[in-house]
């Protein structure tokens, strides 16, 4: 659904980071695999399992794989090598990744327009203001909020209240069914970022779907 201009009501821009402010959905894909093994064969398998899994915290998708593609349960202490280890690979790639298009014009225009803009994250804070810094984003961003072994849904809950926001003057923007479960539970307006998967085909109750930021510039900011 296009709704051409931004609602004046609007006070706070909410941004998922992977895939929505940097390009790095494939190449975090490719890290988590290297982070479970290294045979190739098994590492292909591992990367497509994990792009499906979208919205959600870096502990349940190692869960998941480990679940799912290993098939077996962790011995001891294997939960947190994979999580270090795809700390490791992730930020680096995270690091090398380029910005998705529209990016620093979007973020530009609306901090213009006085709007809050924040980033929020499935990646733990201080690896997620490290990435943001690398890529000169911290400047355009009013709040970094970073996440950690819990779901998306709580990290959205805490954001809005911490820092009173009122959800009916917010938009969310993220590439995941996950996000939009998200901020349908936080009552927040999603908007969706979707490059042409086909990620929320069925889904209902968000704008969009944009192929990136460029996109919702244009037609919503006039950029």
């Given amino acids: 659904m296009r709704n051409p201009g931004l609602n004046l009501k609007i006070t706070a821009c909410i941004f998922d980071v992977n895939g929505v402010l940097i390009d790095s959905n494939r190449a975090n894909a490719q890290a988590m695999a290297q982070a479970f093994t290294d045979d190739l ?10 792009l499906t899994l979208t919205g959600i915290d870096r502990g349940t998708k190692i869960r998941t794989i480990q679940q799912q593609v290993i098939k077996r ?11 270090e280890k795809f700390k490791t690979l992730g930020g680096e790639c995270m690091r090398q990744a380029p910005l998705i298009l529209g ?36 400047s355009l961003l009013d709040i970094i909020r970073g996440g950690g ?11 809005l209240q911490e820092h009173q926001l009122d959800p009916s003057c917010c938009l969310f923007f993220a590439d995941g069914k996950g996000d939009l479960a998200a901020a349908n539970q936080a009552g927040v ?35």
């Avoid at 225009?109 to 990435?131: H, K, M, W």
């Fill in 41 to 50: 064969m098994l590492q292909a398998r591992i990367a497509e399992r994990y």
């Fill in 103 to 138: 990016c620093r014009e979007v973020l530009g225009e609306l901090g213009a327009r006085q709007i809050t803009r924040v980033a929020l994250s499935n990646t733990p804070i201080l690896e997620l203001r490290d990435i943001l810094a690398s890529h000169g984003l911290e």
């Fill in 73 to 83: 349960p962790f011995n001891e202490k294997e939960f947190e090598l994979r999580w």
């Fill in 189 to 223: 307006e999603f908007v969706a970022i979707d490059p042409g998967i086909g990620e929320f085909a069925g889904e209902e109750g968000f704008r969009g779907p944009y192929r990136d930021l460029a996109e919702w510039g244009d037609e919503v900011l006039g950029i």
């Fill in 149 to 159: 072994d819990w779901p998306k849904a709580e990290s959205l809950a805490r954001l």
